[in-house]
């Protein structure tokens, strides 16, 4: 019987989206998730799968039954009804409620290594895949782009293995019981970034790589001589302008300080051809930031920003460029998913930010627009005594095939516009960023504050051409809106593009 415990108070990380759970559920089986459907659907109410509770958004706010799935974190044998043309080391199968520390630390016990992931990894794979994490690299995919194959448990308690028209699985020798193979690109490409409204993931295929290294440097330099070459592009390749970078990502203080500029940290990730053999300076990050990145020591740094906030809020500019300028480092070295796990959790789950993603195609620098509107914004408040409490930050991430990524079909600049919690001022500081954003063509994402959205549904559809299909599949198994929050809700998800739909049902 899978368990369940009545009246239970969630929050996300955040503490920004709370509230008393009537029925919370722990399964420990695909068949307890199962059950759990089967008795919202009887009772007529709505059930929302729920990770480690990362999203900055409501997309993850539960209303009648949750389903937190933190028991379903094993990694499992890889089925035998795997094309053989298709099978190696890289590929692993693993239950979607494992946390991505968890699955890193299994997949380096077995010499494997994640491509790409986010700067932290306490995020569930599938709350992380489902709203589309990213982390940095123009020529690497976002998280959902590692997917090969998913099982999905939806609505009357059906399970589906879902994978691309031409997928891993042999349809002849399928012989999962109680689950239907189903292998179409219009339905894979849906439920990649699904927001959990197509039911509870139960688990994942994904193709990894085998252990690789790198190399991480962070530099200081001024907007002035960043500028031009994220213009150019030429921030992505080494000197010579032909060898790729394999991850670029900034740092920008929003303040001008020294010498009447902003201060920008450049942190590159170059791919190591070996294991390296590193001195004493290679093997941690820099002492400042290994030290208030430091788990036990974070609180200090928080508790130092947080009183800066309040009692002297305009001391925050050179406190962010002290603080930016210490991340300096020549050279930090290892294994690839400790290098792209970025630290200072402590912060991160006490801050919240806004998130847009900017197409990068024919010279497109409308990102760059956005960051230096953005810049004047900043001056503005400060006159008026409000303050970022953080720096911003741009990551590139290289085109999708998932019909609900900001990154579909596109490779893309995201601007992250972080505030530490309890900033004064913040919620109306970051709506007026969202505008800026929105106006230079950015795209929200779906797990960052997104309020921009609300109403726009036009907004929504200009941005994602594949809806249409997206909302086919959400009628197939959220007709009833069985697996809907106030998130889907208040977007109108699965009711957009109503008009569409009845075309693609001809």
């Not at 991850?247 to 170059?270: E, L």
């Not at 509107?373 to 503005?380: D, G, I, Q």
């Not at 809700?489 to 009845?502: A, Q, T, Y």
């Amino acid at each position: 019987m899978v368990k369940v415990k009545k009246n239970r108070f969630w929050q996300n990380t955040i503490k920004k989206y709370r509230k008393i759970i009537p029925h919370y559920t722990i399964p420990e089986t695909i068949n307890d998730i199962a059950a759990v459907i089967l008795q919202a659907e009887k009772e007529n109410r709505r059930v929302k799968a729920v990770g480690s509770g990362h999203s900055f958004s409501d997309v993850a706010m539960p209303d009648h039954y949750l389903v937190d799935l933190k028991k379903l974190d094993r990694v499992l044998d890889l089925p035998n009804f795997i094309k053989e043309e298709k099978r190696d080391k890289t590929l692993v199968h693993v239950e979607a409620g494992i946390t991505i520390q968890k699955f890193n630390c299994e997949m380096d016990d077995r010499d494997l290594c994640i491509t790409n992931m986010g700067g932290i990894d306490e995020q569930t794979l599938a709350g992380a895949i489902s709203t589309g994490t990213h982390g940095t690299g123009i020529d690497l995919p976002s998280l959902p782009g590692l997917v090969q194959s998913m099982v999905l448990v939806t609505k009357n308690g059906k399970k589906i293995r879902i994978e691309p028209t031409n997928g891993i699985s042999d349809p002849e020798k399928h012989n999962e019981i109680a689950i239907e193979l189903r292998q179409d690109d219009d339905l894979f490409y849906s439920a990649l970034v699904n927001l959990g409204c197509f039911g509870v993931i139960y688990s994942y295929i994904l193709k990894i790589e085998e252990m690789y290294y790198l190399k991480e440097t962070k530099e200081c330099y001024k907007w002035k001589d960043i500028k031009p070459k994220l213009e150019d592009r030429s921030i992505f390749f080494e000197d010579d302008g032909k060898t790729p970078i394999r991850g670029v990502m900034v740092q920008i203080n929003p303040y001008k300080t020294d010498k009447d500029d902003h201060t920008v940290i450049v942190v590159k990730h170059r791919l190591l051809k070996s294991k390296p053999r590193r001195n004493i300076n290679d093997r941690k990050r820099n002492w400042l930031s290994s030290i208030f990145g430091n788990f036990p020591l974070v609180p200090f740094s928080f508790l130092v920003i947080s009183k800066k906030i309040v009692r002297k809020p305009s001391k925050l500019p050179r406190l962010l460029d002290s603080s930016l300028k210490s991340l300096r480092d020549k050279s930090f070295e290892n294994k690839g998913y400790k290098v792209l796990y970025q630290g200072v959790e402590y912060l991160k789950v006490r801050a919240y930010d806004s998130e847009f993603a900017f197409d990068l195609a024919f010279g497109k620098n409308n990102f760059i627009a956005a960051i230096e509107r953005m810049f004047e914004l900043v001056e503005y408040n400060q006159a008026r005594g409000f303050y970022q409490s953080s720096p911003m930050g741009i990551r590139f991430v290289n085109r999708s095939k998932a019909y609900l990524s900001p990154e579909f079909g596109k490779q893309v600049a995201y601007i992250d516009v972080p505030f530490v919690c309890g900033t004064p001022g913040s919620d109306d500081f970051l709506y007026d960023y969202q505008k800026i954003m929105l106006d230079k063509g950015g795209i929200p994402h779906w797990g960052k504050i997104n309020s921009i959205l609300n109403g726009k549904p036009e907004v929504i559809k200009e941005y994602y051409p594949e809806l249409p299909k997206w909302e086919k599949v959400f009628k197939e198994f959220n007709e009833n809106k069985t697996f809907s929050n106030q998130f889907s809700d208040r977007l109108k998800l699965g009711f957009i593009c109503v008009e569409e739909m009845s075309d693609l049902e001809v």
